[in-house]
């Protein structure tokens, strides 16, 4: 026997926030491959904005849960997001190496918010596996950004396009998924 449980008792953000910041991630992907030659101007103020409006969509989607005990965790990852954005943006002649451990230390701590909503969404939706591979993937860069800090622009580039697009696709995935449970999300009744 199943029992229904509302969205709002489970406090998920609204699928169309997810959607949204999935296509940013997407738009942020392709711009990066559509031009790796860029200087590091230019991409410090392309990953600037880009954190800056992640930020704010995850602040956004933390004022939508209302109440909800584990709202704080968008609202760091979102704080962080604005100010790593906020940085970039006002000083884009930072060095490669500064650049480089700003990006590692911004996926390292979204990545690691983002498995514990995995985990937590485990509990909940019994499916939190692409969300879980997002988060191990910010990780990853993450942690190579501090063990390669010598990567070049062109190399940051790629692996920021790339990331940046597969977590967008990700992020739609999860968004299509939601909004194809208008009432709500079927869960296993209790023994």
Do not use: C, K
């Not at 103020?45 to 109440?67: E, H, I, K, S």
């Not at 943006?89 to 498995?115: E, H, K, N, S």
């Amino acid at each position: 026997m199943e029992t229904t449980m509302g969205r709002e008792s489970l406090h998920l953000p609204r699928w169309s926030s997810l959607a949204f910041r999935g296509l940013a991630s997407i738009v942020f992907g392709i711009l990066a491959f559509a031009w790796p030659g860029i200087t590091l101007t230019a991409l410090a103020l392309l990953f600037g904005a880009y954190a800056f409006v992640d930020g704010v969509t995850a602040l956004v989607v933390a004022v939508q849960r209302g109440a909800h005990p584990n709202r704080w965790l968008l609202v760091v990852d979102g704080l962080f997001g604005i100010g790593a954005g906020i940085v970039t943006l006002f000083w884009p002649g930072i060095t490669l190496l500064a650049l480089v451990l700003i990006i590692g230390i911004r996926f390292i701590i979204m990545g690691a918010f983002q498995i514990a909503a995995a985990i937590r969404l485990h509990r909940e939706l019994h499916t939190p596996v692409l969300y879980g591979l997002a988060g191990l993937a910010s990780l990853v860069l993450g942690v190579l950004a501090f063990v390669v800090p010598q990567l070049t622009a062109l190399v940051l580039v790629l692996m920021l396009g790339g990331y940046a697009f597969a977590f967008g696709i990700v992020l739609l995935a999860l968004a299509f998924r939601m909004r194809r449970v208008p009432h709500g999300i079927p869960t296993p009744a209790p023994a």
